[in-house]
């Protein structure tokens, strides 16, 4: 069983920046970003596939936030930059989705098996 350990969130204000971590047990190839607002349901922000550094960026994330591991391929991160009140929500780290790694933001969160515990950023206006 893989354990992922997310961190780094907290408070702040609109156009404000944080960085999330998220260190994982052993290298994994596949890892990524998910979000979740209240109510609302999980939405994807970013993978990137360990060993060669290629990221996928939904949307919300694009221009404003850069996914990146370290070379062990174990801890992630998520630079956010730019936070709008709208990216409010708990953060959780992912790991190793069913299908390829460049579909894991896109499908569904469902069938991806290994989960952070979340880490809460809120933006204020």
């Known amino acids: 069983q893989v354990r992922l350990v997310d961190s780094g969130g907290g408070s702040v204000q609109a156009g404000g920046s944080l960085t999330l971590s998220c260190v994982a047990s052993?290298?994994?190839?596949?890892m990524g970003w998910f979000r979740q607002a209240p109510g609302k349901q999980r939405e994807g922000v970013a993978s990137?596939?360990?060993?060669?550094?290629?990221?996928t960026y939904g949307d919300s994330a694009k221009g404003r936030f850069t996914i990146s591991r370290d070379n062990s391929q174990k801890t992630l991160y998520l630079e956010m930059n730019m936070l709008k009140p709208s990216d409010t929500g708990v953060y959780y780290c992912?790991?190793?989705?069913?299908?390829?790694?460049?579909?894991?933001?896109?499908?569904?969160?469902?069938?991806?098996?290994?989960w952070g515990q979340g880490t809460q950023v809120t933006v204020s206006s």
């Open positions: 052993s290298r994994r190839n596949c």
């Open positions: 992912a790991a190793d989705p069913s299908g390829p790694c460049q579909e894991m933001i896109g499908g569904n969160y469902r069938n991806i098996r290994n």
């Open positions: 990137i596939w360990t060993p060669t550094g290629s990221a």
